[in-house]
């Protein structure tokens, strides 16, 4: 019933922006973390930022060090979408993102992709230089 949808990758030139989304049907939107992991060609899928509620709307963000002040992650629970603003894109950001949802809700661990048990089909972002 779970289904994630991501989308908004493409081809930007080095120091570009993108705007990915992540559409979502058959969850309780606001009570899971949300997160954006992304896979180099050669490389094992890692972290890129995570989404997660904390509290009455209240609500926390991390990023993998490689993208802070770069990468801005957001959700709308109205729309039950979540984003990453990319911004200031290098090169080595070129990969296939992906969206995921943990199974659970409540505080529990985000950084790894066995944390999260819904995926996205993936979106590729190739930055030019």
């Known amino acids: 019933q779970v289904q994630l949808v991501d989308s908004g990758g493409g081809l930007v030139q080095a120091g570009g922006s993108l705007r990915l989304s992540c559409a979502t049907s058959g969850l309780t939107f606001s009570r899971h973390t949300m997160g954006w992991f992304r896979q180099a060609p050669g490389r094992e899928r890692e972290f890129v930022a995570a989404?997660?509620?904390?509290?009455?709307?209240?609500?926390?963000?991390d990023y993998t060090d490689s993208v802070k002040g770069r990468f801005t992650i957001s959700r709308d629970n109205a729309k039950s979408t979540m984003y990453l603003e990319m911004h200031s894109l290098e090169p080595e950001d070129t990969a296939v993102y992906y969206c995921?949802?943990?199974?659970?809700?409540?505080?529990?661990?985000?950084?790894?992709?066995?944390?999260?048990?819904?995926w996205g089909q993936g979106t590729r972002v190739t930055v030019s230089s």
């Open positions: 989404h997660r509620r904390v509290g009455s709307n209240v609500y926390s963000t």
């Open positions: 995921a949802a943990t199974e659970s809700t409540g505080l529990t661990p985000f950084t790894r992709e066995t944390d999260y048990r819904y």
